[in-house]
């Protein structure tokens, strides 16, 4: 199951557009956006620790596009 979870190495470009639209929308609203994940941790705690990382680099990306703040889930 998480194989297919995890991102494309290379294909920056093409993993921004599910999001990005969104994003952009909200932005364009003048208010907060915030962003609620979990699959980093999930990726991680399933061992699969690069794409976890890669995962996270995705969202450092799509930070300096877009004003959002990005909340995640970590197990306590």
Sequence with gaps: MWRTALPLAGRSFERHLA???LLRQAAKTGQPVR???EMVSLLWDAGLIDAAVELEVLWNELGVQYP????CA???
């Design 74 to 76: 970590y197990p306590g």
């Design 19 to 21: 999001i990005s639209p």
């Design 68 to 71: 959002f703040s990005l909340l």
């Design 35 to 37: 962003v609620f994940g």
